[in-house]
């Protein structure tokens, strides 16, 4: 969880420094944590932006949990590769209903006026959407890779491991049989030296 935790900072933190500071003037305003005036449009926006990749990066974090291994576009095998997604999230109808009206509610709380500079001090976006939608595909990317490279770990340990326990099971396989032949060995001459030769008779016959 401490990955996908940094991914998620790191982007957040990418998409307000570089709306602020790289295609902005850096102009972070006048007493922008109270309330909107001019000097504020720039930070404002920038929040907007934020707010919108962290909402959108915690519901896509809630669907890519349900399987912490398997891909989110591949969890199951009963699909076709363009809707197996989408058959993996309906199964939860519940969680899939909160997660899409959370998607959703981000652009009511952006454009509304009075929730969005009033209650939430930040405002409408339009070019940003593309930093956001951005920053949303690498943060799906990162979780995938980061998931594909746990597979890959866990199955060769798994590997490993099967071979282990198979070199194992051959040594003991061993160390049981090898009693037992000997065993079988000091049966054999036990019983050669318990044998006696068998009496004979002639057909001579002894003179008085």
């Known amino acids: 969880m401490g990955v996908y935790g940094f991914w998620m900072s790191a982007l957040c933190l990418a998409t307000f420094t570089l709306i602020t500071f790289n295609w902005g003037d850096g102009n972070l ?3 922008c944590n109270s309330d909107y005036n001019d000097s504020c449009e720039l930070v404002f926006r920038a929040r907007a932006a934020t707010f919108a990749v ?24 009963d699909g076709r590769w363009y809707n197996q997604w989408f058959r993996d999230t309906w199964r939860n109808k519940f969680l899939f209903i909160c997660i899409v009206g959370g998607f959703f509610s981000v652009f009511p709380i952006l ?7 009033v209650v939430f001090l930040h405002d409408g976006v339009s070019w940003e959407w593309g930093v ?15 998931k594909w490279g746990k ?4 199955r060769r340990t798994e590997v490993d491991t099967a071979k282990l326990v198979d070199e194992e099971a051959g040594v003991a396989d061993e160390h049981d049989r090898t009693p037992v032949d000997g065993e079988k060995k000091q049966h054999s001459n036990e019983h ?4 006696v030769s068998a009496p004979t008779t002639s057909s001579e016959t002894t003179a008085v």
């Open 29 to 31: 305003g006048n007493n």
């Open 54 to 77: 962290i909402t959108w990066f915690s519901l896509i974090l809630a669907w890519e949990m349900v399987d912490m291994r398997r891909s989110f576009f591949n969890m199951r095998d």
């Open 111 to 117: 454009y509304i006026p009075g929730l969005n500079r």
């Open 132 to 146: 956001i939608i951005v920053c949303t595909v690498l943060f799906v990317g990162g979780i995938e890779a980061w």
């Open 151 to 154: 597979r890959v770990y866990y």
């Open 192 to 195: 050669s030296r318990k044998m």
